[in-house]
Every structure is written in structure tokens, then in C-alpha cells.
């Protein structure tokens, strides 16, 4: 292995938001080996957001469920070593990921020590990093102290796509969105994680009673469609619905948004990322640990997740449950207030 030039694997499959909240430690990687060949693997959803990711040279799209077919991981064994990876980070730190990494062949497989670290990752890696801190983007900014990478600057640098951005524009132009708006996205991964569509329309009526600001909900299937359309029946008319998106087009369509407000899921992440401010809803997980990045955003949480890790993925919203609507409408007026606000450098962006 040269030095400079290594060749390095990242091991990071999904989520769409931890995908996001892995691309500082990809920034990193590239600040320090500007000549290194950069490669991703991850599953398809994640795949369209890193196209054309600047720091990226090689996103290597692994289809769901891959573990389960020999066949496939034979496959995938053989495309990998043919790339003769020296390094592997393990940044999930979960049996798939280790896996991946190990069939890749490279020499050097660094995760996370327990508990971070999960599963068959402390059989299968090589090395191991005790994370210092609790915010998963500044755990795996640690990942890269075995490469001598420390304390870098988190960036995040997530791609616009020239055709997400004109359809973006011509979705704004159709819905006569000539002024500063609010995103909204009711959804998550989680069942956990929900906070009700009828407080999203509750909070969407008072923003645009009280600022003229008017809500867009941005959603993704069928689900979240009903929720979507709940919240702007709910809205006393403050709120649209917005058309399907790919994520790239969210990713844009987020660039222009005054404000996001949402749960712990994909579409926050990618707000933070491109500098939208948010006003974030927590219940299953905590903000200390995978709030939006940065610090001009606020968390609502009113109580505290269950200690296993299960139920939180698994059980009620009831944590979501405990937050009122007067308390989101707080939080999103105390954004508003925060300093002077650009928002037409965002519109021309």
C-alpha cells in the first residue's frame, strides 16, 4: 500500500440519515489523502445520495437482503477483492458491515469497540476504536484516529444534481411558493419515532397564521402520503402537499426551505446537512447522539427513550406522544427569532 494513495472502503449500508451522517467521515478521509481511491458501499437508497458526492469515487450499490443469498455474497466477494481495498472502515459496526468488509479482502478492517461496535464487527474486524464522543457524526470522525485523521472540521458536502435542482425549481414555480417556507415531513423509520399528523397541521396553521409562512409536506409512499394529506386538512389551508420526490430532489428541495421541521429520519439529516435550520422532534433516540448537526438547530424531546435498545426501535411513541403542539410552535418561533436570516441566498441557490 502506498502511503498517499491507499485504497479505502467504506462499509456503511444504510440508513438514508446515517448514511448522511457518515459523509463528514468520508470529507475527512479525502482532506487527509487527497489522491486516495474512495469507495462506498451501501444499499440502493443511500447509492442515490452519494452519486456524485465530490470526495467519492466509487459508490458500490449492495442490494438488500444480500446476506441471505450465498450466491450474492459469493458475488460481491469477487467484485470486491477485484478492487484490492488496503483499508475497510466499519463505521456501522453490525455483522453485514463486518462482513462486507471482510470480504473485501483489505488488510485493514478498523470498527467500533462494544457498545458501539455490535454483533459479529468485534470478531470480524481488525481494529478497534473506542468512540470519545456520543454524536454519531464526531464517533465516526474517532474511526479515523487509526489513520492518524484527528479532530478534522465536519463537512458534509452533499451533491446537488443539476436536474434535481431545475425540477425543484419548477416545483416551487408550480406551487407559487414566492416566498419563504417551511418543510415538513411526518415520517420515520421507526414507528417510534411518529409524532401525530394532526399536531404537524396544528403547528403549520399557527406558523402561517402568525408569520405568513406557509408548510410544505414532503413524504414517501402511501403512508406517509395519508399523513401528508392530514396535515394539510388539518392546517386551516397554512399547508400543501408536495409531489413525489427522489431523494436528490428532496436533498434540493431542502436547500430551499426557511426552516425543517420533522422527526428523527432521513429527511432531517439531509436538511441539516445542506445548513436548513430544524426544529427536530425526539421520543426513541436522543438528540446527544443523532440530532441534527450543528448548533443552529433545536431538539424538542419531552421523555426520555427506554434503556433497551429494542424497545425503542420497537415499542410506542409514547415518548412522542408527551410532545404538544404549543411546545413545537415554541420551538420553531424561537428558530424564526434566531438572528437575521438569508433566506434569499437560499433561493438563489
Given at each position: ?295 443552529q438547530h433545536i431538539s424538542v424531546q419531552k421523555a426520555l427513550p427506554p434503556a433497551d435498545r429494542r424497545l ?38
Amino acid at each position: 500500500m502506498n502511503n498517499e494513495t491507499p485504497r479505502i472502503l467504506i462499509c456503511r449500508l444504510s440508513a438514508i440519515g446515517d448514511c448522511v451522517l457518515t459523509m463528514p467521515m468520508l470529507c475527512a478521509l479525502r482532506e487527509r489523502y487527497p489522491n486516495a481511491h474512495l469507495a462506498w458501499a451501501v444499499e440502493r437508497a443511500g447509492g442515490m445520495l452519494l452519486e456524485g458526492h465530490p470526495c467519492l469515487d466509487e459508490v458500490i450499490v449492495v442490494p438488500k437482503g444480500w446476506l441471505k443469498s450465498p450466491r450474492v455474497v459469493w458475488q460481491l466477494r469477487a467484485e470486491l477483492r477485484k478492487r484490492r481495498f488496503d483499508i475497510a472502515l466499519d463505521p456501522q459496526s453490525l455483522t453485514k458491515s463486518a462482513v462486507l468488509a471482510w470480504l473485501s479482502g483489505a488488510k485493514r478492517r478498523i470498527g467500533f469497540r462494544s457498545p458501539r461496535g455490535r454483533e459479529l464487527s468485534l470478531w470480524l474486524n481488525r481494529e478497534f476504536v473506542s468512540a470519545a464522543h456520543a454524536h454519531i457524526v464526531d464517533a465516526q470522525l474517532d474511526l479515523l484516529k487509526p489513520l492518524e485523521i484527528k479532530s478534522p472540521g465536519p463537512q458534509f458536502q452533499l451533491p446537488l444534481h443539476d436536474d434535481a435542482k431545475a425540477k425543484v425549481d419548477d416545483m416551487i414555480r408550480q406551487m407559487h411558493l414566492g416566498c419563504d417556507f417551511v418543510a415538513v415531513n411526518p415520517g420515520a423509520g421507526w414507528d417510534s419515532k411518529l409524532w401525530p399528523a394532526e399536531r404537524y397541521g396544528i403547528v403549520a396553521r399557527a406558523l402561517g397564521e402568525r408569520y405568513q409562512l406557509p408548510s410544505v409536506v414532503v413524504w414517501s409512499g402511501e403512508r406517509e402520503k395519508a399523513w401528508a394529506e392530514t396535515i394539510v386538512a388539518r392546517s386551516g389551508g397554512r399547508a400543501l402537499m408536495a409531489p413525489p420526490t427522489s431523494l436528490p430532489e428532496l436533498a434540493a428541495f431542502m436547500r430551499r426551505a426557511r426552516m425543517f421541521l420533522g422527526s428523527d429520519t432521513g429527511p432531517l439529516h439531509i436538511a441539516a446537512a445542506v445548513d436548513t435550520p430544524c426544529v427536530a422532534l425526539f421520543g426513541a433516540t436522543l438528540p446527544a447522539d443523532c440530532g441534527p448537526y450543528g448548533a443552529q438547530h433545536i431538539s424538542v424531546q419531552k421523555a426520555l427513550p427506554p434503556a433497551d435498545r429494542r424497545l425503542r426501535r420497537h415499542g410506542p411513541n409514547d415518548a412522542m406522544q408527551q410532545i404538544d403542539a404549543d411546545s413545537v410552535i415554541d420551538a420553531c418561533e424561537r428558530l424564526l427569532q434566531i438572528g437575521p436570516y438569508q433566506q434569499a441566498d437560499k433561493r438563489a441557490a
